[in-house]
């Protein structure tokens, strides 16, 4: 594959995550891609191989970006896991950290189609699902550790759920724009708006978390 500064590369990234957004993978052919790119099938066989080969490559940039920003709060975990530090109090500090990056992510316009991408074949069939990397899914493996230290239980189907709800609603409040503008009668694409909604989904999903967990502690 060639530098990723190549122009034609760029262009093809580009016009693939924005289309496979719209429509998803089964959606979208090669000869859809090139057109919007400016490019030729030939260009696109030379850099990717292939449509799936495509399509995994604007999905892992995404990913790549995402764990690069949360690399210090990941080695944080590992390495206190690793030495037994893990503690409750601890495992809060890291569920806000990683609640606070959850939300900045998903609300960065710079990444919006592979984001909105990700999201879509999250919500689709399984064998559509499958062409997502498993990195994608260690987003709630995370959740689900760090829950698991946090109220003292494992292998509970409450944190297993409750991890995949956190993650579905930062994604989902941010990919629908529309009806959000619409609920909250106000432009969500100003900064000054989309802060005052970041920081109100992160406080909301963080007193999911807490009220979850003192709900299942007093049973």
């Known amino acids: ?23 998803g993978f089964d959606g979208i052919t090669t000869r ?18 292939s449509k799936e080969s495509l399509y995994q490559a604007v999905i892992e940039r995404t990913l790549e970006t995402f764990y690069r920003l949360n690399s210090p709060v990941i080695a944080e975990i590992s390495e206190a896991e690793k030495e037994g530090f893990l503690n409750a109090e601890m495992a809060w500090n890291l569920i806000v950290q990683f ?10 316009d ?15 069939s399984d ?7 498993e990195s994608v899914y260690g987003l709630y493996a995370f959740y689900e550790k760090l829950i698991e230290i946090y109220s003292g239980e494992a ?12 993650v579905a ?5 941010a ?21 005052k909604i970041k920081m109100y989904m992160k406080g909301y999903l963080l007193t999911c978390i807490r009220a979850s967990v003192a709900s299942h502690g007093e049973r």
Do not use: C
């Open 1 to 23: 594959m060639k530098a990723r500064d190549d122009t034609t590369y760029e262009r093809l990234m580009q016009s693939a995550a924005r289309l496979f957004a719209q429509k």
């Open 32 to 49: 859809q891609i090139v057109a919007d790119a400016g490019s030729s099938l030939s260009s696109l066989q030379a850099h990717f191989q």
């Open 99 to 108: 609640t606070n990056q959850i939300i900045e992510w998903a609300f960065n």
């Open 110 to 124: 710079e990444y919006r189609n592979e984001i909105v991408l990700i999201n879509r074949e999250i919500l689709m």
């Open 127 to 133: 064998e559509t699902g499958r062409k997502l990397p």
């Open 155 to 166: 292998d509970q189907f409450w944190i297993k759920a409750l991890s995949f709800s956190v």
């Open 169 to 173: 609603s930062a994604f989902d409040v």
């Open 175 to 195: 990919n629908y724009p529309r009806p959000l503008n619409y609920v909250l009668r106000m432009d969500s694409s100003l900064p000054e708006n989309k802060a």
